[in-house]
């Protein structure tokens, strides 16, 4: 929200500056978030007088001597084909800085410094400066559009500060507005603030008007879509001429950005400007049957804007028609048929509300977006549509540019919204929810400072809240109302004295992700965090099967790409993608972790809230191999007090010979391999990269909870078995049996494996050391029939021999 | 037989001259007194020296072996001398080469300020509360004060996933669940990833916040200012302070807009606080009383504050990271500095 401090001023007495205004509108919830000084680039420029002017001979320049008053007499080579003794145009003295413009004497093309010169060898000791060179345009200053030298009025004085007297002196705010103060979102608004803030009285603006008697009678406006809009007000001005508006009201468009076309049609810029009220013009000879209709578009209904667009509408759209057609989309642009022509001389005023997801939606579907939409969105108060209506038709009487007459036809529907609200609130109340003791005097103050009206009865303060403040509910809103304007700094931090003693940390289940990521840490494991969308193109990247359960992904309806645009279904393309930006970042090895959620929905699309799935990703690369990140997986086992089962699985990312499903308890939590060959080489990776996934919500089910044994008074056997068995026996069944076979059995841990000459063909040996630990008696001589056992059922179930 | 002896000496002085090593050494040392060693015989030849003569000559012989004995005993020990030196001086190393360092992990920046945050606030009684990140219409906004034609939704863009069902926005949705089961005292403390449809150099479509949440009787917007005082001083430092400025969210009232001083540089204007003094850190206010009686809390009977912040924002705050981008990106040379 732009609002130039040179028009503020036209509403409050502003006696401080535009930084302590600043300031000021911060403390009371207004955030500038540019204070634009408006001649921030130019500097050392005053008013010169031409007294002598003689052309140099052969070219286009002339020799000026400039008085600049206090300044000086100056002698300046000038080329502009306007200058002549006698005329005052600014002159920027050696120093000064102006823009800089291209050879067409229009595109600026940055700040220049002025210095000392020689043009054709004649001395030149500063430079009389064009509108542009000065950042002036036709709508800021009249005249500054032409290409030569600006011509200041007679009345100037010589030597004078140019800034005040072309408008260079002002300041443009640029405020962050809040959701909840449509009101706001003008210049008028901000004034209010202003006002309030300096405990000022406002100037409102005159919204007078007289009527002549309309000479028709036949303007028909019908709501039939009171839904999308509540209100809609239509005033028809006759005699209207066209013409270019009064140099204060361009000036005051210019600084807001907005560029003058006719006098209608910036009384309704100017409007939207001032009060933040969209306004409409039609040309009344262009309504068939001079017939207004407020309703949904047809689906397929056609209308081209006033910026020559054509739009194909829908059902959702609201459009404004005459008898047969389409003449505006509600709230976003007029229609091309209905346009402001110069030669127009009958105009229906529009000043109406729309409700804001309507006009949100409709400029979204269709792309369009403008100052008109955007206020909409934000919300319009019917008050303020009332008061823009009775604006605009006074500032076409103080433009002259029509008659206004009586024809005034204001629809109000049941879901109109209009009047004053009035509550009861209590001081009392106030200061229990601020904590503080804002004296009772000073609330009547703040509130009327904000144009409540306040009757105080004891405790109780009676308040009739402005018609456009709809965002006043309760006393709570009326606290901050006065908090704002006594000042946050007032708040002095207490500690909760009047609560409850509460029992406070982490739950159970945090304390145990805290200690697994401790414990992953601890193994020299980084801990990343990754989108939880990607694409299908990730799962393509991975060759899952069209059919895979991992396709049946949530889509986000709007996504901000395609590249992230599914709810993920598993980690593993994260933990790839996050290495593959390592190894091409240098990064040559390295192991990574991630616990995070997937979402897996039980139908597509979702109907019902999704299971969300607490994930541990593993990723290790560059000297790693699969029995370091097996090792992290059994780390993780070892935690939680329970044990993984690891056998020969595939997946279709993974190496097939190196990926094992884990199963704990007999249920299946995860895997762990390395990443295939063939997608290595698709992604040009040089390393070889392992990754593991494990379910963590799974896995919470099966930790076992910490048991103390006590340590038996008698010592551990430990023997060493050297087995052989066939090639392809896993080392996993082996220790499987060994365990199965006797209860004594506390450790198995494989010290050799060998294949080779010295052994059978096909077959290999394993070397276990295993562990006996006694219970309450000593074992020592039962060890060998432990043994003889051992070895009975690795023969029977594995047909495996002792070495 | 004095002669002998004197032989024997001589010799000995010979033996040893040059001897260097104890090994050396430990053999002359047998040589002459080892069982069969020289002064050995000559004890054994004892009994073929004439009785009389026994005493005298004894006394010689045992002269001699003590004499050799000390002897032996003296250059022992200087050898054991040199040889320790020796073997320090062979056995010096370098002690400024590398030591044996085993690999460290190290935690994400937020799981770092998460835990910080979360230990600081549950000494003030909080409790932990995680709510799902895929949430409804209601909890993440209509429970919020935020129905459908709100102008609050506009200030974030939602993912949606069908009608209803969306991305969380916000942490707070985990508000309406706590209030939904738990009646006053509340003191809740709700982290965790949320999704905007927000993408540039200082947003993110994936964040972190944390909520915090206290309801209870006679709950003031002072208290609210005291416990983020408490909170600013012990993530930021001891001279830390907090500014409140008025802001708007639609499930507070009133809500304000959180300011800690610069503690880089005091307050004095720096980059960081681009010269303002302050560094905007989180939002805030007092719940608002449609939200409480929603949750079918008395708004009469209780009243409460919460309060939201960035956990990214204030990693990249804590840390000086200047790329919100650097925390989902997973390079290894920016996680391993963060060893808690």
């Known amino acids: 929200m732009k609002a130039p401090l040179s028009w503020l001023k036209a509403y409050v007495d502003i006696d401080v500056t535009a930084e302590e205004l600043q300031a000021k509108l911060f403390s009371c919830g207004f955030e500038v978030e540019e204070l634009i000084e408006v001649g921030k680039d130019i500097s050392g420029v005053v008013v010169g007088e031409v007294i002598e002017c003689e052309p140099v001979e052969g070219t286009h320049l002339h020799v000026c001597k400039v008085d600049c008053g206090d300044k000086g007499i100056f002698q300046i080579c000038c080329g502009a084909d306007n200058v002549e003794k006698g005329i005052k145009a600014p002159c920027a003295l050696v120093g000064a800085t102006v823009y800089a413009t291209a050879k067409d004497h229009v595109t600026i093309e940055g700040v220049m410094t002025i210095k000392k010169g020689k043009l054709r060898g004649i001395e030149s000791d500063g430079m009389l400066c064009s509108g542009v060179e000065l950042g002036l345009n036709e709508d800021l200053y009249e005249g500054a559009g032409y290409c030569g030298l600006l011509l200041l009025p007679k009345s100037c004085k010589n030597g004078a500060d140019i800034k005040p007297i072309v408008g260079l002196d002002d300041y443009i705010f640029d405020i962050s507005v809040t959701a909840n103060r449509p009101d706001c979102q003008s210049v008028y608004g901000i004034a209010r603030e202003v006002a309030a803030v300096l405990n000022k009285k406002i100037k409102e603006p005159d919204c007078s008007y007289t009527t002549v008697k309309s000479d028709k009678k036949d303007i028909k406006i019908t709501d039939l879509a009171p839904d999308l809009c509540p209100r809609y007000i239509g005033h028809y001005v006759r005699d209207v001429k066209c013409a270019p508006s009064p140099m204060w009201l361009r000036q005051r468009l210019a600084k807001c950005g907005l560029r003058s076309i006719s006098n209608i049609v910036d009384i309704t810029n100017y409007i939207l400007l001032e009060l933040g009220q969209p306004m409409h013009a039609f040309d009344l000879r262009t309504l068939a049957g001079h017939e207004v209709n407020i309703r949904r578009a047809n689906d397929g209904e056609k209308i081209t804007t006033l910026d020559e667009n054509e739009f194909a509408l829908t059902h959702d759209n609201l459009v404004i028609c005459d008898k047969d057609k389409p003449v505006a989309i509600a709230g976003v642009m007029g229609g091309l048929n209905s346009e402001i022509e110069n030669d127009t001389t009958e105009v229906l005023f529009e000043a109406a509300k729309f409700v804001r997801d309507s006009v949100r939606k409709t400029a979204r579907t269709l792309g369009q977006h403008t100052d008109s939409s955007a206020l909409f969105e934000k919300g319009v108060y019917e008050y303020t549509t009332e008061l823009a209506m009775a604006r605009a038709l006074h500032l076409i009487q103080e433009l002259k540019c029509g008659t206004v007459t009586d024809l005034h036809v204001d629809v109000k529907t049941e879901n109109s919204h209009t009047g004053e609200k009035e509550m009861t609130v209590s001081v009392k109340k106030i200061n229990a929810l601020l904590g503080i003791e804002v004296p009772a005097k000073r609330m009547v103050e703040i509130l009327e400072n904000l144009n409540f009206k306040v009757t105080v009865k004891g405790d109780d303060m009676h308040l009739v809240v402005p018609g456009y403040r709809e965002d006043i509910d309760g006393y709570p809103d009326i606290a901050e109302e006065i908090i704002r304007f006594y000042g946050y700094d007032n708040i002095e931090g207490t500690f909760l004295p009047s609560a409850s003693i509460t029992n406070g940390g982490f739950t159970e289940e945090q304390k145990a992700e805290n200690k697994l990521k401790d414990a992953l840490v601890s193994k020299g494991l980084y801990e990343i965090s990754t989108y939880s969308f990607y694409s299908q193109k990730d799962l393509d990247m991975l060759h899952f099967a069209p059919d895979a359960p991992e396709r049946k992904a949530i889509r986000i309806l709007n996504p901000i790409s395609e590249d992230l645009s599914i709810m993920r279904t598993t980690l593993a393309p994260s933990m790839v993608n996050v290495i593959v930006r390592n190894l091409r970042r240098g990064n040559m090895l390295g192991k990574l972790f991630e616990i995070s959620k997937v979402y897996l929905a039980d139908e597509l699309p979702i109907k019902d809230f999704p299971e969300e799935r607490e994930k541990i990703a593993i990723g290790v690369w560059g000297k790693y191999n699969f029995f370091d990140i097996k090792g992290i997986t059994e780390n993780i086992a070892t935690l939680l007090n329970t044990k993984f089962e690891y056998e020969a699985a595939t997946k279709p990312f993974l190496h097939p010979g190196i990926t094992a499903k884990i199963t704990c308890d007999g249920a299946e939590i995860g895997y762990v391999g390395m990443l295939s060959p063939e997608i290595s080489e698709e992604l040009a990776l040089d390393r070889l990269v392992y990754v593991a996934e494990l379910d963590y919500d799974e896995l919470k089910k099966h930790a076992k909870p910490f048991k103390y044994v006590p340590i038996s008074k008698h010592p551990e056997v430990v023997r060493d078995l050297a087995l052989t068995c066939d090639k392809a026996t896993p080392c996993g069944e082996i220790e499987k049996e060994i365990y199965a076979a006797c209860k004594y059995v506390s450790n198995v841990s494989l010290f050799d494996v060998y294949e080779g000459e010295q052994i059978e063909k096909g077959k290999k040996s394993m070397a276990y050391k295993i562990t006996f630990t006694p219970k309450d008696e000593p074992i020592e001589n039962k060890v060998d029939g432990f043994v003889k056992k051992i070895l009975g059922n690795l023969k029977f179930k594995l047909n495996i021999t002792l070495r | ?340």
């Open chain 2, 1 to 340: 037989m004095q002669d002998k002896i004197n032989e024997i000496e001589k010799s000995i002085d010979e033996a040893v001259k040059d001897v260097q090593s104890s090994k050396t050494l430990q053999e002359i040392k047998m040589r002459f007194l080892g069982k069969t060693g020289e002064i050995s015989s000559l004890m054994k030849n004892m009994r073929d020296v004439p009785p009389e003569q026994r005493p005298s000559i004894g006394k010689l012989l045992n002269a001699l072996r003590v004499w050799t004995e000390e002897r032996f005993d003296a250059i022992e020990k200087k050898i054991k001398e040199f040889e320790l030196k020796k073997k320090y001086s062979d056995e010096k190393i370098d002690v400024t080469l590398p030591g044996k360092v085993s690999e460290d992990g190290a935690y994400h920046p937020n799981t770092l300020i998460r835990r910080e945050l979360i230990s600081i606030f549950a000494g003030m009684g909080f409790e932990v509360f995680e709510g799902p990140e895929i949430e409804n219409d209601y909890y993440n906004f209509t429970a919020l004060n935020t129905p459908a034609d709100h102008p609050a939704r506009d200030m974030q863009d939602t993912f949606y996933l069908s009608n209803d069902l969306l991305l969380r926005t916000q942490t707070s949705a985990g508000q309406i669940r706590v209030m939904e089961n738990k009646k006053p005292p509340i003191k809740i403390l709700s982290p965790g990833k949320v999704f905007r449809s927000d993408d540039d150099a200082t947003h993110s479509p994936m964040f972190s916040q944390m909520e915090g949440l206290v309801v209870d009787k006679g709950i003031t917007l002072c208290d609210l200012k005291g416990m983020l005082d408490e909170f600013a001083r012990k993530i930021f430092g001891a001279g830390v302070k907090t500014r409140l400025r008025p802001s708007y969210f639609p499930f507070t009232e009133p809500s304000v807009e959180v300011d800690v001083s610069c503690f880089e540089c005091g307050g004095c204007g720096c980059r960081l606080c681009k010269g303002t003094g302050w560094i905007e850190v989180l939002g805030a206010g007092m719940v608002n009383r449609h939200v409480l009686e929603g949750c079918g809390i008395d708004p009469d009977v209780y009243s409460g504050f919460a309060f939201g912040m960035g956990i990214e924002r204030i990693a990249m705050l804590k840390y000086g990271i200047n790329n919100m981008k650097l925390l989902f990106e997973g390079d290894t040379r920016f996680l391993k500095q963060f060893k808690a």
